[in-house]
Each structure stands twice: as C-alpha cells, then as structure tokens.
C-alpha cells in the first residue's frame, strides 16, 4: 500500500497560486492512477482532479477547470496539483490519493486505497 505525504498547502489571497505535493514513499510495482480531493468545513470530500497511470490523461470537476492542473514525476515519486486563480471557495483541506491497482483515474473516492494525512488551503478574500 502505497505511503502519501501532502505539503504546500498554506494561506493564500484570493487570485493567487499555490503548488501542492504529493510524496509517494511506498511504490507499487507499477504507476497507479492518482487523484486530489479536498474536504471544507462542515462539507463532504469531494473530487478535485485525476491522473492516470502514465500521465496521459487527466480530469478535473468543472469547477477548477482552466485553474488547476494534476501532474505526476514517476522518476521522483511525486505528484502535483498547480492551483492558480484561487477564490475563498477552493479552502479546505486537500488530500492526495492513489488508485486500487489496476483502476482507471476515477472521480469516485471508493476507487482509491491510499491516502495522505492532507495539507491546509486557506484562500482570504
């Protein structure tokens, strides 16, 4: 089972950029699908964006689309969520996560089997 440690999160104005990271300890034997989710107060979690396995494809929920960008470094275990254009809506907290073996990227969170301890954003109007 794979081991995943968000960092970069923090306290950001609104129209701003953060770069979040997502450091994979424990490998499996081949890349895994990986996806972002993010949990504001009082909210469910909820999909932010996906990979897939080889980086080929990559989808996001509408509402950070043209804003966020997934990417991923196999060579150096990490995976990535670029967030520019930050509004007050997209604090929460942001958890990193990878794919059951062999699953596609999903937006569904059952689809994951591992997940980070998650990292603060903060965005202040």
């Known amino acids: 089972q794979e081991q995943l440690v968000e960092s970069g999160g923090g306290l950001v104005e609104v129209g701003g950029s953060l770069k979040l990271s997502c450091t994979i300890s424990?490998?499996?034997?081949?890349?895994?699908?990986m996806g972002w989710f993010r949990q504001a107060p009082g909210k469910k979690r909820a999909f932010v964006a996906a990979i897939s396995r080889t980086g080929g494809s990559t989808h996001y929920t509408d509402s950070v689309k043209g804003r966020f960008t997934i990417s991923r470094d196999d060579a150096k275990n990490m995976v990535y969520l670029q967030m520019n254009t930050l509004q007050p809506e997209d604090t929460a907290v942001y958890y990193c996560?990878?794919?059951?073996?062999?699953?596609?990227?999903?937006?569904?969170?059952?689809?994951?089997?591992?997940w980070g301890q998650g990292t603060q954003v903060t965005v202040s109007s």
């Open positions: 996560a990878a794919a059951h073996p062999g699953s596609h990227m999903s937006d569904d969170d059952s689809d994951y089997l591992s």
């Open positions: 424990v490998r499996a034997a081949s890349p895994l699908a």
